[in-house]
């Protein structure tokens, strides 16, 4: 098996997704997850939502920094602070 085995199916990939016609956020990709900027109240709740159900049942949830950001303007303030490892 040769390095143009894996490379091939990556550049063709590229290839179509040059051809694809960008969504919303500009994006040409249709795999590449799209986020939009700012995070609704929905989501954020959402957010919050999960995290509180994963550390009821014992599993620590990750949530990336934006995410963090917008539930502690929120006014989670607690809960991120208790995700990031500073909580009481």
Known sequence: MTAT???NPMRRHRLAAARCEPNDGGVRDPL???RAEKL???QVAAA???ALYLLNIGMPPMFDLNTLRAMWKAGHHQLVDDLRGGGR
Request: hydrophobic fraction near 35%; charged fraction near 25%.
């Open 32 to 34: 590449q997850p799209w």
């Open 48 to 50: 919050v939502d999960a």
């Open 5 to 7: 085995c894996t490379a």
């Open 40 to 42: 609704s109240d929905k």
